[in-house]
């Protein structure tokens, strides 16, 4: 165990893995929404932020986006990659619930049938990706369809450096950016969700849907809501990945969904807060355990937490419900 590295540049490996972390967190609202309001585990959002991860290398590529351009291109592209992402994440969120979800509420068929559905979903979306989609777009834009079943870089929007530097500890602009972005767009959903008149909707319908059914609450219109919401969250995260990693295909959704799953379990699904905490806790342990040991136990060490945590608290380290939430 290589405990002179963990403990000799520990501010640095935190930074590391609060910036990853947060990325995490922002997938993990997808999770958290959905079983807040239907109890049910959405394991198609993995590929909801993969799709949001082609959108964005979709429109930098439409646009011939180089390495490094002027900052206010720079600044423009990374508005219009949120834009395609969280269109292309959203709405893909939404046909999943539609087309899949809403015909298995309507025959009230039993959760198992929801989960397989769902795991089906995900892989369908994954071979759509490799499969289908080299072929239909690879003439029209080669080098970003053409390799999906390969890992496909990105054009570098705005080159990494250092801004400052705190007890030893180099803060740079990509991990400031990814920190406080998701800080603020996971702040705004949490007051969307407790202030907002349709918050309160969904609040309600996670609460007792049959009495927000009396009260005038139209469950149909939340359900599409929390989708929507919870794939433009993960269409933000696709942005920030792209910004952060640099590149994508189409499985790149598995293991980040699973990792956002247990960020979801690890805060206390169901409660938008807990996602936050799960997923900055675990992007910090993933960062100290990939230091201690090897870069290759990473998941292994991010999964054993999650399972050592539930035995301890199984309602996770919050553990409050999207129905009894409140600010």
């Known amino acids: 165990m290589n405990f002179d590295e963990l403990f000799g540049h520990l501010g640095q490996h935190t930074v590391d893995g609060l910036s990853k972390g947060a990325i995490y967190a922002l997938i993990a ?3 958290t929404l959905v079983y807040g309001v239907l109890r049910l585990i959405n394991f198609a959002h993995s590929e909801v932020f993969m799709v949001g991860t082609f959108a964005v290398l979709g429109v930098w590529t439409a646009f011939g986006v180089q390495n490094n351009p002027p900052i206010g291109q720079a600044v423009l592209f990374l508005v219009l990659g949120l834009v395609a992402a969280a269109v292309a994440s959203g709405g893909t969120a939404l046909a999943i619930e539609r087309i899949a979800y809403r015909p298995l509420r309507r025959k009230n068929a039993p959760p198992l049938i929801f989960l397989i559905t769902a795991i089906g979903l995900s892989l369908v979306l994954v071979e759509v990706f490799g499969l289908l989609l080299p072929d239909i777009a690879g003439g029209a834009l080669p080098t970003m ?12 929007i705005i080159q990494q450096e250092t801004l400052f ?8 602009n990509i991990q400031l950016i990814v920190f406080i972005s998701a800080v603020v767009m996971m702040a705004a959903l949490d007051w969307f969700i407790n202030r907002t008149r349709y918050g309160r909707g969904v609040r309600a319908v996670a609460q007792n849907p049959e009495t927000a059914a009396l009260m005038g609450v139209n469950q149909e219109r939340v359900i599409m809501l929390i989708f929507v919401l919870g794939g433009i969250m993960a269409g933000a995260a696709a942005l920030l990945w792209s910004m952060r990693f640099g590149f994508t295909q189409n499985s790149i959704g598995f293991v980040l969904g699973l990792k956002a799953f247990t960020a979801a379990v690890l805060g206390g699904i169901g409660n938008l807060r807990g996602a936050l905490v799960g997923g900055l806790f675990l992007g910090i342990v ?3 355990g990939a230091t201690l040991f090897a870069s290759n136990w990473e998941d292994v060490i991010a999964f054993v937490v999650l399972i050592v945590v539930l035995m301890f608290r199984p309602t996770g380290l919050l553990g409050e419900s999207l129905g009894r939430a409140r600010a």
């Open 286 to 288: 993933e960062v100290y």
């Open 29 to 31: 609202l997808g999770y």
């Open 165 to 172: 530097t705190i007890g030893g500890t180099a803060i740079t």
């Open 145 to 156: 369809f053409g390799r999906a079943r390969q890992i496909v870089g990105m054009p570098t």
